[in-house]
């Protein structure tokens, strides 16, 4: 078992890192990500925005630099958490680097509620460090523990801000790259203006054309899209 996954059986993606991360607006909060995956700065930091603007990508980021350190780290998306037992959260204080995914999933949870509050605290007395992220700041998600909500500001409440058109076209070619594959410019911008500006919809008929592309050999020209997706 790797240290990323010390707690459960949970893969990180090898396509999320910092080197594929197009920053655009947010580089003081990237700045901030990889100074704690250096063993430095916020002791806990609360990551909010819309959905696909990158949340999860930071989250397992973090933890592929941290491992890079000697980090101890743990990945938790709550999305397929919440089924699980509250007790998946015992023992996290001996985690240098604690990423809770979509905090926002724990509305309406009142025992995965005051389980976090105990988590934050055994974290802050072990002096390790989480980062949340959630699709709301802490103080507009429906929490029944308003001392969970207090314990959620206590460090860093940032919003991930959203990529423009031309920085969406840069992570689509970034994403195409990592697959082992080129996405001419004026594809790209075919794709950008045709399709859901939505990047996990981008990401979806990306790989929907890099695996036909691979089956039929042809590369990627705006003619051969406009046939995969007529």
Same mark, same amino acid.
Request: net charge neutral.
């Given at each position: ?89 015992? +023992?996290? &204080?001996?985690? $240098?680097? %604690?990423?809770?995914?979509? =905090?926002?999933?724990? *509305? ?71 697959? +082992?594959? &080129?996405?001419? $410019?004026? %594809?790209?911008?075919?794709? =950008?203006?045709?399709? *859901? ?34």
């Amino acid at each position: 078992m790797t240290s990323t996954q010390l707690v459960l059986d949970l893969k990180l993606r090898d396509s999320y890192s910092f080197n594929n991360f197009v920053v655009g607006d947010n580089g003081l909060l990237v700045g901030l990500l990889k100074q704690i995956a250096s063993a430095q700065g916020e002791q806990q930091v609360f990551i909010w925005g819309d959905k696909f603007t990158g949340k999860s990508h930071l989250l397992q980021a973090v933890c592929q630099y941290a491992a890079v350190n000697k980090l101890v780290t743990s990945y938790l998306p709550l999305k397929q958490l919440i089924r699980c037992s509250v007790e998946v959260l015992e +023992g996290l &204080e001996r985690v $240098d680097i %604690v990423c809770i995914d979509d =905090l926002h999933i724990v *509305s309406q949870k009142f025992d995965w509620q005051r389980h976090f509050f105990d988590l934050i605290n055994r974290m802050r007395a072990a002096d390790k460090v989480l980062i949340f992220t959630a699709n709301l700041p802490p103080n507009e998600i429906d929490l029944e523990l308003e001392d969970l909500r207090s314990r959620l500001n206590w460090g860093p409440v940032i919003k991930i801000k959203s990529l423009n058109d031309q920085q969406k076209k840069q992570a689509l070619q970034l994403r195409a790259e990592s697959r +082992g594959f &080129e996405l001419p $410019d004026n %594809v790209a911008t075919y794709i =950008l203006n045709n399709f *859901s500006r939505d990047m996990s919809a981008l990401y979806e008929k990306l790989e929907q054309l890099d695996q036909v592309s691979l089956e039929q050999q042809r590369r990627l020209t705006v003619p051969f899209v406009k046939q995969v997706f007529e």
